[in-house]
Nanobody, 125 residues
């Protein structure tokens, strides 16, 4: 059974940093894509960043390029999202999601079948 547990959210001032962690279990890391998504109140869930467990290739949404960095530690089966220069518009619940690489056609919530419980990130102005 795929399990994903996020941690690291919190309250931070604009311009500050946070690092989110996603501890994964129940699947072969190399065969999966792991993504970070976020959902703000009243808005649809959107993709933030994604990493391939196989070749380590990364993708970032335009809104976070240059500020967020996704990385993985295969020994710990953990994916991180380092968030710098945070803005109030980054406020959302952040979710970690995983899906077998062969099943991921686009970086969208509908392409990912396993989800964590989410962690709140609040950026004050």
């Amino acid at each position: 059974e795929v399990q994903l547990v996020e941690s690291g959210g919190g309250l931070v001032q604009a311009g500050g940093s946070l690092r989110l962690s996603c501890a994964a279990s129940g699947f072969t890391f190399d065969d999966y894509a792991i993504g970070w998504f976020r959902q703000a109140p009243g808005k649809e869930r959107e993709g933030v960043s994604c990493i391939s467990g196989g070749d380590g290739s990364r993708y970032y949404a335009d809104s976070v390029k240059g500020r967020f960095t996704i990385s993985s530690d295969k020994a710990k089966n953990t994916v991180y999202l380092q968030m710098n220069s945070l803005k109030p518009e980054d406020t959302a619940v952040y979710y970690c999601a995983a899906e077998a690489l062969l099943e991921v056609t686009t970086f969208s919530p509908s392409s990912f079948g396993s989800w964590g419980q989410g962690t709140q990130v609040t950026v004050s102005s």
